[in-house]
């Protein structure tokens, strides 16, 4: 379901369907929009040469004109309000290397995340970081920031290094201040590249209009305030932007916008998203925090896959094939009964499973018309971000858990009691 401008517009699946059909239309809008203005010259031209004795079609005439008029007037203002214009500061000295991590590792509450984490990191790359919740991404990421110290190893940053961070928590918004004073604090220009550009300019560029000035911080919506954070963070100078979950509450044209501006962006981006299609569109690389196996519970390795998430996916796929985890569950789910015959009758484990599996699904229905219920309300999505992601994590789980257990019992269901 699309909302844009007021009307609510819905599309058949893929996703694909419906960044086709948004173009579609915009390109009929544009088009319609070049035939009102030809229209409204040919208008004028009457309008301007003035009119005979009035009568009641001349009237209606002037008066379908002068409509025509603020209609066209209203849909250019639209028109030139729907992309967001991002531009970003320019490090003078890139320098060669970023940051070099020697040996890196992090523990949290004597807990290991993660540890032996070595990297140079050069200009010119964007890093998309995956991993599960509470692995060590956005530990890794305050590490970068300087703001956490690493349990093991060493962080060097570059001699010309400047960090940047972009929070989905927008920390650095004093929500009692106003646009204004968020951006330029002192006067009414905002400085960037060495231009200075009126404040009513700068605000335009990120879909705010020029009396939202004076508008308070606490005043916008979440979508307002993350482009407010991307127009405060990019008039700043630096060569390493951090980005924790950039794309939430952005509609997909300022996203577009966003990717645009860091696939030109000259320095380094490590970006933390589940935004798979954004990942596949700006990375370059990815560093997955995997799991490792043994006796290290819960800490993660940090691999590092050249590509975008595609690339990590099907190769994370092929891994899955070749390991002797995969070939034995493989070998296990073909082995067929030693008669070699199809079971056609439950023996007595079989008929436990099945007297026991239609409590075991309605259980677990229960749980998925909570979880559907409770991120319908969507306070969870504006109270606690994490705890919306684990739901939607488990909501998936169920979904795939009690699929197969219907696959299970109609096969029990199948063999004669």
Same mark, same amino acid.
């Given at each position: 379901m699309e909302l844009s401008r007021g009307k609510l517009y819905s599309h058949e699946p893929p996703f694909a369907n419906y960044l086709e059909n948004k173009v579609v239309r915009e390109l009929i809008e544009d088009r319609t929009l070049h035939r009102r203005e030809r229209l409204v010259v040919s208008e004028l031209v009457w309008l301007r040469a003035g009119t005979p004795a009035r009568t009641t079609k001349q009237n209606a005439r002037i008066d379908r004109a002068y409509a025509l008029m603020d209609q066209v007037a209203q849909d250019a203002k639209l028109q030139a309000a729907k992309r967001l214009e991002l531009e970003m500061a320019q490090s003078k000295r890139l320098g060669s290397t970023i940051l070099q991590f020697d040996h890196v590792g992090a523990m949290v509450s004597e807990r290991l995340l993660f540890k032996d984490f070595s990297l140079k990191v050069v200009p010119k790359q964007r890093y998309g970081i995956l991993g599960r919740n509470g692995c060590g991404k956005s530990t890794l990421l305050s590490i970068i920031a300087g703001r956490v110290l690493p349990t093991y190893g060493h962080l060097t940053l570059g001699k010309n290094t400047a960090v940047l961070e972009f929070d989905q928590q927008r920390e650095k918004l004093d929500q009692n201040a106003t646009l204004k004073e968020a951006l330029a604090h002192h006067g009414d220009y905002v400085s960037i590249n060495g231009q200075n550009i009126h404040i009513a300019s700068y605000l335009e560029k990120y879909l705010f209009s020029a009396?939202?000035?004076?508008?308070?911080?606490?005043?916008?919506? @979440?979508? %307002?305030?993350? &482009?407010?954070? !991307?127009?405060?963070?990019l008039r700043e100078p630096a060569n390493c932007l951090l980005l924790d979950e950039p794309t939430n509450d952005l509609d997909v044209t300022s996203l577009a916008a966003l990717e645009e501006t860091l696939l030109d962006y000259m320095g380094v981006v490590f970006v933390v998203s589940h935004d798979r299609r954004f990942l596949d569109r700006v990375c370059t690389s990815i560093l997955a925090f995997e799991p490792r196996s043994g006796p290290g519970m819960g800490e993660s390795?940090?691999?590092?896959?050249?590509?975008?998430?595609s690339d990590y996916f099907n190769l994370r796929a092929k891994l899955d094939v070749l390991s002797p985890k995969a070939s034995k569950a493989s070998k296990k789910t073909q082995e067929k009964p030693k008669d070699g015959k199809k079971r056609t009758r439950r023996g007595f484990k079989e008929e436990r499973e099945?007297?026991?599996?239609?409590?075991?699904?309605? @259980?677990? %229905?229960?749980? &998925?018309?909570? !979880?559907?219920?409770?991120?319908?309300?969507?306070?969870i999505f504006r109270s606690d971000r994490e705890l919306m992601q684990a739901k939607l994590?488990?909501?998936?789980?169920?979904?795939i858990e009690i699929e197969r257990l219907y696959a299970r019992w109609q096969e029990l269901m199948d063999m004669s009691g």
């Open positions: 009396a939202d000035a004076n508008r308070r911080v606490s005043t916008l919506s @979440g979508g %307002e305030q993350n &482009r407010l954070l !991307l127009a405060k963070l390795k940090i691999e590092i896959c050249p590509g975008n998430y099945f007297q026991g599996i239609g409590t075991v699904i309605e @259980g677990l %229905e229960e749980e &998925r018309a909570v !979880l559907h219920r409770e991120i319908s309300e969507g306070q994590e488990r909501l998936s789980a169920l979904d």
